[in-house]
């Protein structure tokens, strides 16, 4: 028997939007990765004025993720409000 949960983009922004001080709001967006596979979890964080990479947001992201709602997810990537994104 095979068991899906399936977790809201909402309650993952929920649980990532508490993970630091420094997080005005977050996105949460399930992206394919090329070649197939699993989805893979991106988190878009607004900050106040703060550098990402110091704050080590994907990490903590992944941490609050799995305590709080599914031991196996992982943020893959984070785009901060400064990040230049083309689409």
Do not use: W
Not at 22 to 38: D, K, L, Q, S
Not at 62 to 84: A, C, I, R, Y
């Amino acid at each position: 028997m095979c068991v899906h949960v399936q977790i809201s983009a909402v309650e993952i922004e929920r649980v990532c939007n508490k993970v630091n001080n420094h997080i005005i709001e977050t996105a949460a967006v399930a992206v394919p990765p090329y070649g197939g596979g699993p989805d893979e979890l991106v988190i878009f964080a607004v900050l106040d004025n703060n550098d990402a990479e110091k704050l080590n947001l994907s990490l903590q992201f992944t941490k609050g993720l799995q305590s709080q709602l599914n031991p196996l997810f992982k943020v893959t990537k984070q785009f901060n409000d400064s990040d230049h994104i083309h689409t």
